[in-house]
């Protein structure tokens, strides 16, 4: 008996208790119009619905395959869809995203003729509850290095990459420690031992509603100090540019709280961090966490 070949794309989704909008994305993978692709979905041990919902899906398309775990969280549950994963190139979605339908298309294609690059990224919209597109997110690159920008933030975004299977072998998965920040940690290491390449155009919508992650920004800025910790030496620039885009990001919270005393004591942490004009006027353009 034959082995069949295996999917040029795997298509990783990670799903807990997202039962509501888990047959968006898995629709948006589905009508993808490159067609030679696996979906692994993903249940972290979902309290609702959500397991069920995935298998119902699964059998309607032979291409999708669910796993099922205890829950540990998204890293955990993005690198178990990495150990099954069978495609030459790796994309992950979440739950409550979508892909627009020609994302593969377009960045296999990138990948194909560009031999030497490693992961391509693209833009993004922002969408209201139902991903209905509203701002586009234009990650068209500044003019510095990649490695450079991404101790001023987080520039790139989950579902707006595709990257060689090489690569992951290379770097390893997602850091589990981390129960956000995961993605930014990720890129850092991919930055340093592989190529990343731009191709202009939105390829997903990234969906805003009130039960997101991101929300919680006492444990989003504990995890974004792990990651600075990992990667950046005490004293060294990129530990500064970091630190210094943090207490820029926070005077700014400050100041839309009117928490005024915050405010002041966060801009003279910005000034001690940036410490040179050169640092300082970057991190007011691109500083973000």
Not at 24 to 34: E, F, G, I, L, P
Not at 194 to 213: A, C, E, K
Request: charge should be positive; proline fraction near 5%; aromatic fraction near 10%.
């Amino acid at each position: 008996m034959s082995t069949p070949n295996p999917a040029r794309v795997s298509v990783i989704v990670p799903a807990y208790n997202v039962e509501r909008y888990l047959p968006d994305a898995v629709r948006s993978v589905r009508c993808q119009t490159w067609k030679d692709l696996e979906l692994i979905i993903v249940d972290d041990g979902s309290t609702d619905g959500t397991g069920e919902v995935a298998e119902r899906l699964a059998s309607e398309d032979e291409r999708l395959r669910v796993v099922h775990k205890p829950n540990g969280g998204l890293s955990s549950a993005r690198n178990a869809g990495i150990r099954v994963a069978r495609g030459e190139y790796l994309c992950f979605l979440d739950a409550d995203d979508v892909f627009l339908p020609d994302k593969l298309q377009k960045q296999v294609s990138f990948l194909s003729f560009f031999s030497g690059c490693d992961l391509v990224y693209s833009d993004y919209y922002l969408g209201d509850h139902h991903a209905n597109p509203n701002l586009l997110q234009c990650k068209s690159p500044p003019a510095i290095e990649l490695t450079e920008l991404l101790s001023y933030c987080n520039w790139l975004t989950v579902m707006c990459e595709l990257a060689r299977a090489s690569l992951l072998e290379k770097i390893g998965g997602f850091d589990e420690s981390l129960s956000s920040s995961e993605d930014w940690d990720f890129w850092i290491r991919a930055s340093r031992c592989g190529t990343l390449s731009y191709l202009p155009g939105p390829v997903g919508v990234y969906r805003i509603h009130h039960g997101q992650m991101h929300r919680n920004q006492l444990r989003m800025r504990s995890n974004q100090r792990q990651v600075v910790r990992k990667h950046f030496p005490v004293g060294s620039p990129p530990w500064r540019v970091s630190r210094a885009s943090m207490a820029w990001t926070d005077m700014q919270r400050a100041w839309a709280a009117r928490r005024y005393a915050r405010m002041t004591v966060c801009a003279a942490q910005l000034a001690w961090f940036a410490r040179s004009r050169t640092m300082l006027r970057n991190v007011l353009r691109f500083g973000k966490y």
